[in-house]
């Protein structure tokens, strides 16, 4: 990791990471079976959702091996070519039941004798087969499970590419993906040994460590004969921090994120960035060292590292020139040439795309955005804020912008006064549409963007009070845990603390959680904290806890894997909050794995709630 500088001794002595591509070493023996269990020529219909993961897993050459013919996405309407078998891989919902049955409808009523299998990942549930069962397809199909859970997007990150996920559990109250969850935890456990000590915060969270339990119990208990590999588990809710997402980032990973999309590792760049008619699909994990050097850098600093990576790529390119034999020139050639045309090649790409986030962020007038962030989190000059937002509403900007400003204003301020409320509201709805007015449902059932409580006569007292502790709630968790970093000369070429991610102004208020929580071994002496955040906290300790306070058990838990941390977001993560996090491993000594349902980002989060939002 890039900033480094001034850590912790500790780091010396930091364990190795557990070996995360074992996942996708069954995932892919397993996806082999299935295709084997149809021999001969088939076609695969994959479900858009499902490609980019898919790609991890498995290429194209593989499918190719296992007798898949075709690869085709699947979508409404006939499909009429292909071989006389086919595969569907899906997820598990109605309206993709109601497009195979079509399918499946249409080669009957052309009198197409096929076999179809349908792979459901991770798993089928009854609704769907009652559709099929429905359109009289039910017996046309044999119906199998495909149990992908967690993919490694790289040495330290996880994720169960879901990104249903949040609106499904959060805002519709959908509990269909707990299970995942709960899965992929019980999976992690058998392959790297039992996790000791295990920390939540959140309704969800809660969910998920119960159902973990009884899947334990089913099938035969927590006993492993694994050694433990993973010392400590948070299980974190989104909606404990909605402010982390809804801030701008300053990583150059973040901000790839933000302007061009990471989609389960891969980023697309266009002509913009490598001057090719043709777009440009890079991976982007640690096998790209330039990448894996700037990726946490602090985005003002990405440029000086690329200039010097050009002049040492200059030099190595040069010493072709002081070769003076052919055996010196054949070496070169084998040993060294591919590698710089290698980096020759991403450093081109990261230019090109640093260059292209400079542009939007001029055009996004993205520093009177970061300002009126930075002014939000502060509580301060609240009405240059005001009348920033109300300028971007009018202007009729891309509308994730103003929605996540307002959505910020709402949670720092626990609520906006009724008059404030109803005044931005009716100016967005005028400016984008009414059709809007069920998206503002959906902000307010989220607790994103609500108006304050008015105080009642009756009960005048004890309403206050309640208004008072909620209007305080954001800052009462800023002040407690310093949230929000009081340093004249914040250092964002070596940063000391989380804060840098934000450009020194507002230290995630998960990933705080997660050293609060990791220091004192539980939630002991927060309670002032967590009793303003949603749902409830738990602890389950079995072991010494990475702090080294004794838990309520032994199990022989390894001093090295003590060190090790698995943090699961559910409902999404954030590249701030896995930067900020890897900051805080260097820092203490920790490595930190980070397991999420999705990455998500704020302009993702609006998208996944709010229906027809304009796109970069």
């Known amino acids: 990791m890039a900033v480094s500088g001034g850590v912790n001794p500790a780091i010396l002595n930091m364990p190795s990471y557990p070996d995360l591509q074992m996942l996708r070493s069954l995932a892919r023996d397993q996806l082999v079976h299935l295709l084997e269990s149809l021999p001969g020529k088939k076609d695969l219909v994959i479900d858009p959702e499902l490609m980019r993961p898919l790609d991890r897993i498995a290429g194209a050459i593989l499918l190719k091996q296992h007798g898949v013919d075709r690869i085709f996405k699947l979508e409404q309407g006939k499909l009429q070519v292909g071989a006389q078998q086919r595969i569907y891989l899906v997820r598990p919902r109605m309206t993709t039941m109601k497009f195979i049955a079509d399918h499946v409808n249409f080669d009957k009523q052309e009198s197409r004798a096929r076999k179809y299998k349908i792979i459901f990942v991770p798993r089928k549930l009854h609704v769907c087969e009652m559709i099929l069962e429905k359109e009289g397809v039910y017996g046309d199909v044999t119906l199998e499970e495909f149990h992908l859970d967690l993919i490694p997007l790289d040495v330290d990150i996880l994720s169960l590419e879901l990104p249903g996920f949040f609106p499904a559990y959060f805002m519709d109250g959908d509990l269909t993906w707990v299970h995942t969850v709960a899965k992929s935890l019980v999976n992690l456990q058998n392959l790297f040994g039992a996790i000791p000590n295990i920390y939540g915060q959140g309704r969800c969270a809660k969910m998920v460590e119960e ?135 991403s ?47 009018c202007r009729q900007y891309l509308i994730n912008i103003p929605l996540k400003l307002l959505c910020l204003l709402s949670l720092t301020q626990s609520g906006l006064p009724p008059k404030d409320y109803k005044f931005f509201k009716t100016m967005f709805l005028q400016s984008h549409g009414y059709e809007h007015m069920l998206n503002f449902f959906k902000l307010k059932k989220l607790g994103l963007y609500v108006e304050q409580q008015a105080i009642s006569e009756s009960n005048i007292i004890v309403d206050k009070m309640a208004s008072l502790q909620k209007k305080s709630a954001f800052k009462v968790v800023s002040k407690k845990l310093a949230l929000i970093p009081r340093i004249e000369e914040y250092d964002l070429k070596v940063p000391r603390d989380m804060g840098y991610v934000f450009s020194g102004a507002y230290i995630p208020l998960s990933c705080r959680l997660v050293e609060e929580v990791l220091s004192r071994g539980g939630w002991q002496g927060l309670e002032d904290i967590t009793k303003v955040l949603p749902g409830s906290n738990f602890v389950s300790l079995k072991a010494k806890s990475a702090k080294g306070k004794a838990g309520s058990g032994s199990s022989g838990q390894d001093s090295s894997s003590a060190k090790v941390v698995l943090v699961y977001f559910l409902g999404g993560c954030t590249f701030a909050e896995i930067a900020a996090l890897r900051l805080l491993g260097l820092l203490k000594g920790y490595r930190f794995l980070i397991a999420t349902t999705a990455i998500i980002n704020g302009n993702s989060l609006i998208e996944s709630i709010v229906s027809n939002v304009d796109k970069f």
């Open 211 to 345: 159902l973990m339990k009884t899947l334990q119990e089913q099938q035969g208990g927590t006993k492993s004969t694994v050694k433990s590999e993973i010392g400590n588990l948070i299980l974190l809710d989104r909606d404990v921090d909605y402010v982390t997402t809804l801030c701008s980032p300053v990583t150059y990973e973040g901000l790839l994120d933000e302007i061009f999309g990471i989609r389960s590792g891969f980023c697309e760049f266009d002509k913009e960035v490598t001057g090719s008619d043709k777009p440009t699909r890079l991976l982007l994990n640690y096998e790209d060292k330039i990448y894996e050097e700037i990726r946490n850098r602090h985005f003002s600093h990405v440029f000086s590292y690329l200039s010097s990576k050009a002049r040492e790529l200059q030099a190595g390119y040069d010493k072709r020139h002081n070769l003076d034999s052919v055996g010196a020139m054949k070496s070169f050639v084998a040993n060294d040439l591919k590698g710089l045309k290698q980096q020759h090649k």
């Open 347 to 393: 450093l081109t790409i990261h230019i090109g795309a640093s260059e292209t986030i400079m542009k939007k962020k001029i055009a996004m007038d993205f520093e009177k955005q970061m300002k009126t962030e930075h002014n939000l989190l502060e509580g301060v000059d609240l009405k240059d804020s005001y009348n920033y937002i109300e300028e971007l509403i």
